[in-house]
């Protein structure tokens, strides 16, 4: 998401290696875009296995037109079928132009991240304001009727959401609240806007590369909101690298003082932001990376393979990756005793290679 002239799109393109057209300020094109997840463990067990196939884990991008631009510190409107799109969605990548440049000029006239960072906020907690005034405004009424545990539960959701409103009829987010976890399931459903963590990406032009890392300190200070991290990158010139070879990529990157892939930062960043890990099956067929929660169990990543074995769960045969690596074989793994038997309540570790083994 980002407001018009951000180069949100050319963000898409750099992360989906994608040719979705640019510019028009607000044209209205949803992109969609679906990225294998770069993971060198990966490889390094698919040329242990040498399996007949081997299955990255892979996240989906939308990349929503850009909502009209307003003017004189007013909001932008974001149409409603794409608020709906937004509250989809597990994570909003927030695009946000700190690039000058003469020729694409910002819709206002002159460059400014941090208002038009503040502007798109603004108009997520508007949003998430009119569906908890709307929602107060019906439990106070019907919210009455039904049986005594409905009309508990409509308290108690009404309650959840009395509390809620003066924060973001202050302008905050509901993210910045310390909810209980009987609260946020109570919230769960409304998919609130201002609950979904935020990666706010800073699209820098050439000249700014080397002093992105202040310009980042500077705006995390500012944005001091929960479950939200702030990265630059420029867009244009991660896109241009993208049509590059690996070994012109690299030089490229040398010359302007880059590290590594902007679509591998972006990517770990929002694995970190929701909370997730990356577990691996490993054999003759497939090698595998499955994406779960942190914190999730054994049978939990069982499930995630399939129900058939979370059902059926006996236990877990579990190595780290990089012993399984080192030692070469799982042969070797289990007679090194590096190979453990977990039982339902393990908790998963990232970069677990993972064979569980089940009743059918």
């Given at each position: 998401m980002?407001?018009?002239?951000?180069?949100?799109?050319?963000?898409?393109?750099?992360?989906?290696?994608?040719?979705?057209?640019?510019?028009?300020?607000?044209?209205?094109?949803?992109?969609?875009?679906?990225?294998?997840?770069?993971?060198?463990?990966?490889?390094?067990?698919?040329?242990?296995?040498?399996?007949?196939r081997e299955v990255p884990a892979d996240v989906t991008y939308v990349d929503l037109p850009a909502p009209s631009t307003a003017t004189a510190g007013r909001a932008a409107d974001i149409p409603a079928d794409q608020l709906a799109r937004l509250r989809n969605a597990d994570a909003l990548l927030h695009v946000v132009r700190a690039f000058d440049d003469p020729q694409v000029p910002h819709p206002d006239g002159e460059v400014d991240a941090w208002r038009d960072l503040e502007r798109l906020d603004l108009e997520f907690v508007l949003a998430d304001l009119a569906v908890v005034e709307k929602r107060i405004e019906k439990l106070e009424t019907?919210?009455?009727?039904?049986?005594?545990?409905?009309?508990?539960?409509?308290?108690r959701e009404r309650q959840v959401l009395t509390r809620v409103r003066p924060a973001l009829a202050d302008g905050r987010?509901?993210?910045?609240?310390?909810?209980?976890?009987?609260?946020?399931?109570?919230?769960?459903?409304?998919?609130?806007?201002?609950?979904?963590?935020?990666?706010?990406?800073?699209?820098?032009?050439?000249?700014?590369?080397?002093?992105?890392?202040?310009?980042?300190?500077?705006?995390?200070?500012?944005?001091?909101?929960?479950?939200?991290?702030?990265?630059?990158?420029?867009?244009?010139?991660?896109?241009?690298?993208?049509?590059?070879?690996?070994?012109?990529?690299?030089?490229?990157?040398?010359?302007?003082?880059?590290?590594?892939?902007s679509l591998e930062r972006v990517i770990r960043l929002s694995y970190e932001l929701l909370g997730l890990i990356s577990f691996f099956t490993a054999g003759p067929d497939e090698t595998r990376a499955w994406t779960i929660p942190d914190g999730s169990t054994a049978v939990d990543a069982a499930g995630a393979i399939h129900s058939d074995l979370a059902r059926g769960f006996i236990r877990a045969e579990v190595v780290p990756v990089e012993e399984l690596l080192s030692l070469g074989?799982?042969?070797?793994?289990?007679?090194?005793?590096?190979?453990?038997?977990?039982?339902?309540?393990?908790r998963v570790r990232d970069g677990d290679v993972i064979e569980v083994l089940f009743n059918v």
């Open positions: 980002g407001l018009a002239g951000s180069g949100k799109t050319t963000v898409f393109n750099t992360l989906t290696r994608g040719h979705a057209e640019t510019g028009g300020f607000g044209g209205l094109t949803v992109n969609t875009g679906v990225v294998k997840v770069p993971d060198d463990r990966l490889t390094a067990l698919t040329r242990l296995f040498k399996p007949k019907s919210g009455r009727h039904g049986t005594q545990a409905e009309r508990d539960q409509n308290e987010p509901i993210r910045d609240h310390q909810l209980g976890d009987d609260e946020s399931l109570i919230l769960r459903g409304f998919r609130f806007l201002t609950e979904k963590p935020v990666l706010v990406l800073l699209n820098v032009g050439e000249s700014q590369i080397a002093g992105a890392g202040d310009l980042v300190e500077t705006f995390a200070a500012r944005y001091e909101h929960h479950h939200s991290r702030v990265e630059a990158l420029s867009a244009r010139i991660e896109m241009e690298i993208g049509e590059l070879d690996d070994e012109e990529a690299q030089v490229f990157r040398d010359d302007l003082g880059l590290t590594g892939s074989s799982m042969a070797e793994a289990r007679r090194h005793g590096k190979l453990r038997s977990e039982g339902k309540t393990y």
